[in-house]
Nanobody
Framework: QVQLVESGGGLVQAGGSLRLSCAAS????????MGWFRQAPGKEREFVAA????????YYADSVKGRFTISRDNAKNTMYLQMNSLKPEDTAVYFC??????????????????WGQGTQVTVSS
């Protein structure tokens, strides 16, 4: 069973930055892409960003384009999410996940291979 472990969450003021990490214990067969999702209190989990195996293709939700950057280091089995210019509406639990393709992670009700346990990001105004 592949384990995905997020870290790097915390409390930050609006306009600040955080860098999330997602460490994978191994790569799931057939799951070449990884992505970030988030869930705010009382809301459904939503797509944030995804990246393919090579890192050459990335996808972002409109709400984070230009502020967040997804990347990965396959040698370390780790994915990152650099979050800049944070806003209070970015407050949520952030989850990492793996899937077959980066583009497929961004569709409604995507097929997810594995989920991480989540890390809390709180942005104060």
């Amino acid at each position: 069973q592949v384990q995905l472990v997020e870290s790097g969450g915390g409390l930050v003021q609006a306009g600040g930055s955080l860098r999330l990490s997602c460490a994978a214990s191994a790569r799931t067969v057939g799951m070449y892409a990884m992505g970030w999702f988030r869930q705010a209190p009382g809301k459904e989990r939503e797509f944030v960003a995804a990246i393919n195996w090579s890192g050459g293709s990335t996808y972002y939700a409109d709400s984070v384009k230009g502020r967040f950057t997804i990347s990965r280091d396959n040698a370390k089995n780790t994915m990152y999410l650099q979050m800049n210019s944070l806003k209070p509406e970015d407050t949520a639990v952030y989850f990492c996940a793996d899937g077959a393709t980066a583009q497929a992670l961004g569709v409604p009700k995507p097929h997810i291979g594995n989920w991480g346990q989540g890390t809390q990001v709180t942005v104060s105004s």
